[in-house]
């Protein structure tokens, strides 16, 4: 533990060399409108005459040394209630229609034409604000955070228009001051716009980026300069109730239907420009994505990511803590076993450089086989700015079982009374982007455990045009335990260096290509080796934007528990025993501007115990624009091992089709099936979006066991939500 301050040091060593921003000279002056604006997609008012013309795109993709060949403009206005922006993006001399693959919210952008604004709020290069669309009219909105990172889950109140012709598209949107958080007083923001083009595979912004970076990168923003202080902040309350109705049954159980009627309530409290808190009553988040299922033949636990709108805004201060493998906090364990009883959350910026996250929820007691306690789940994260983009975030995290007494009944299940996490984080951010790193320590507080029980980990990556190089390494006590996070195994010492090189020809089909070694070696506490991973690939990208990706990989395990290679729960590799084996395979993906995409994956090697395993997977898409996107994806695997295991094939299938009958209407259906978990699943869900951010949803759910065949369980749900400024 020692290293730390070094490592802390060298990081702030680091920032301090790079704290000057880019891009300066980039400044769009908006002034208020000269005239009223109606949001149709129809350059026709006064006030866009009058504004400033933003031109001069550079391009980033293929390659950062040239100007865009596909021109773009973009104007901006607001007043006393919106921030306007009207782009207008016009089409190249090629042929064809606008390449997207729906009118759904928050689209993927590489696969299709869009528009997209970039906004540093608070001048911090950290967090922000995104918004856009694609040639069809779908928003996008998301918040920004790590510099150059949206998070697309958050979900708020806005208006736009798409309107097309044969030589253009023009985005027009209103953004209600009171959706975004900004610093008061301020009259400069960090801005950058960005365009995709998929017929030219061109992707470019008005203030340049250099090609290895996200053309979200904060570091790489223009300036908008207002003519005027921002509109004074008034407190904006939104309630959001819900009413659910439905009927659910459980048919293994054989219990009668359960009719289920619920009602609850949301409210975002604006405490500031820039601070918000938000509280919920008996949440349901019945109409989220059902989880995409996968094959695990793995030993450790799966993660699946959140995707409930209450814990997603600033979800930085939150969930961003920590590594893959080491996440202090993962708001998926609250209410997955529970009901939430009601919760409440404050977060933002307390003032230019500070920033605060605080959650507080309790769940449920289980009154049936389980006996799950009531339990209180508590972070607080306090965030302290250095430099231009580095931070240093200290954060307490408390799980604790209410009036819980363990031993009263001597029948029921044993829960942890309490587990509490202590830690910081330092994440160094230079202005440019070149040297990157993170370095986070953790001490966990359990009841009769003391000692062994601290997580320490770091990393520092430098990324240039020619050349990404990195090191990572964990170190996780025996007794470090994190009731709230996601932390799937313990007591190992973890190294994980990476080298790649990229070259770049003048011309031909080739845009780049290179190799990459990485190594993830695993120790335990005493040095001795217990795993590793070696893998050295080569990747090339062809111009219009499609990768073929070659891979040769060596593993080797020795198993600290015994292990079920299938994940059957059937039979066990002994604890102790030592495998090595070898294994090649390649990865394709295909360019994303064809109505028809696919990639494709293919692993073939030995296994555990002297066996064998065999890997396909692949995806097929396929767009009819821009109302139907359907999606196909399997994986099969398929391993051969000495008995008493024997062959076993394992089957993975889903298949997705959304259908977007406008902008605020959508009909998705989801149907999986799951060979090593002989299971079924068919999930349909209908949206109608009747204002902003207030939905109707009607969702079907069906699961069924794999021979023989027949109803798990099955449920009918129907959901309004009302967002509602009193």
């Known amino acids: 533990m020692r290293s730390i301050p070094c490592i802390l040091f060298l990081f702030s060593i680091v920032g301090h060399l790079y704290a000057q921003k880019k891009n300066e000279v980039f400044k769009y002056y908006i002034t208020r409108a000269s005239s009223p604006i109606k949001v149709d997609g129809v350059m026709n008012e006064k ?49 064809g229609p ?6 759904r919210r928050d689209f993927n952008f590489g696969k299709n034409d869009n528009f997209l604004l970039f906004m540093d709020t608070y001048g911090d290069q ?20 790590d510099g150059g990172k949206v998070d697309l889950n958050w979900d708020n109140r806005w208006v736009s228009a798409v309107k097309n012709d044969a030589t253009k598209y023009i985005w027009e949107a209103a953004i209600p001051f009171k959706t975004i958080r900004y610093k008061k007083g301020i009259r400069e923001w960090g801005i950058n716009f960005s365009r995709n083009d998929l017929k030219t595979t061109e992707k470019s912004s008005w203030a340049p980026v250099p090609r290895q970076f996200p053309t979200a990168s904060l570091s790489y923003t223009g300036t908008l300069v207002w003519d005027e202080p921002l509109p004074e902040h008034h407190s904006n309350i939104s309630l ?3 009413l659910l109705t439905g009927v659910s049954k459980d048919y293994i159980a054989a219990t009668p239907a359960n009719f289920i009627k619920h009602v609850g309530l949301d409210a975002k409290i604006s405490m500031s420009s820039s601070l918000n808190l938000d509280l919920t009553v008996h949440p349901d988040f019945s109409q989220v994505d059902v989880d995409k299922q996968v094959t695990n033949l793995s030993r450790f636990e799966l993660f699946y990511p959140e995707k409930r709108q209450f814990f997603l805004e600033n979800a ?36 230019k450089n500070w920033r605060i996250g605080g959650m507080d929820m309790e769940t449920a007691k289980m009154n ?26 200290f954060f307490y995290i408390d799980k604790t079982a209410i009036d819980y007494h363990p031993g009263k009944d001597s029948a029921a299940p044993v829960y942890s009374q309490y587990n509490r996490n202590l830690g910081f984080e330092y994440n160094l951010a230079p202005s440019n982007n070149t040297w990157t790193g993170k370095a986070i320590f953790i001490k966990s507080f359990s009841p009769l455990v003391s000692g062994n029980d601290y997580a320490h980990a770091a990393n520092l990556q430098y990324s240039s045009r020619k050349w990404l190089i990195s090191w990572q390494h964990e170190v996780i006590g025996k007794n470090y335990t994190a009731e ?23 011309s031909g089909i080739v845009l780049s290509h290179g190799p990459q070694l990485t190594s993830t070696y695993y120790f335990d506490t005493k040095f001795n080796r217990t795993d590793n991973e070696t893998a050295l690939s080569y990747l090339v990208t062809f111009r219009d934007k499609s990768t073929f990706n070659a891979v040769v990989q060596n593993d080797y395990v020795e198993l600290l528990a015994a292990f079920d290679p299938t994940n059957l729960g059937q039979n066990f590799l002994p604890a102790h025993s030592k495998h090595e084996w070898n ?86 259906a989801y149907f999986q099936y799951n060979q090593q978990t002989k299971n079924t699943n068919l999930n349909t869900r209908f949206q109608w979006r009747y204002k902003p951010a207030s939905d109707l949803f009607l969702v079907y759910t069906d699961n069924y066991y794999i021979g023989p065949v027949f109803v798990k369980s099955r449920a009918f749900l129907l959901k309004f939500t009302y967002w509602w400024n009193p």
């Open 240 to 242: 959001i109730p819900y």
């Open 316 to 351: 930085d201060l939150f969930s961003n803590l920590g590594y893959t493998n080491v996440r202090p906090f993962f708001s998926r364990r609250i209410g997955l076993t529970a009901p939430i009883n009601a919760g409440a959350r404050l977060s933002g910026k307390l003032d």
């Open 583 to 668: 294994s090649a395979g390649f990865d394709i993906i295909s360019a994303p501007q064809h109505t028809y995409t696919y990639t494709f994956s293919l692993r073939d090697g030995n296994y555990y115990d002297n066996g064998k395993l065999f890997s396909l997977s692949g995806d097929i898409g396929y767009r009819v624009q821009p109302f139907v996107n359907l999606d196909v994806a399997a994986s099969y695997n398929s391993l051969l091992l000495p008995q008493p295991w024997g062959t076993n094939n394992f089957l993975l299938l889903s298949t997705k089709v959304d259908v977007t009958f406008t902008n605020n209407v959508f009909l998705t």
């Open 126 to 145: 950290t967090t922000g604000f995104s918004f856009g669309a694609n040639a069809a009219g779908a928003q996008w909105d998301g918040t920004m955070y």
């Open 98 to 103: 606008n390449m997207v693959e729906s009118m």
């Open 47 to 95: 006030a866009w005459l009058d504004a400033q013309v933003a031109t001069d795109f550079c391009m980033v993709l293929p390659m950062d040394s040239s100007c865009s060949n596909v021109p773009t403009e973009v104007r901006m206005t607001y007043d006393n209630d919106n921030l306007y922006i009207l782009a207008t993006c016009y089409k190249p001399a090629i042929k």
């Open 368 to 393: 049936d086989s389980t006996a799950l306690p009531a339990q209180n789940f508590a972070e607080v994260t306090l965030q302290r700015k250095l430099f231009k983009k580095s931070n240093i975030a």
């Open 484 to 506: 709230v996070g996601y932390v799937p195994r313990s007591n190992y010492i973890k190294l994980n260096p990476l080298i790649t090189r990229y070259f770049f020809p003048n």
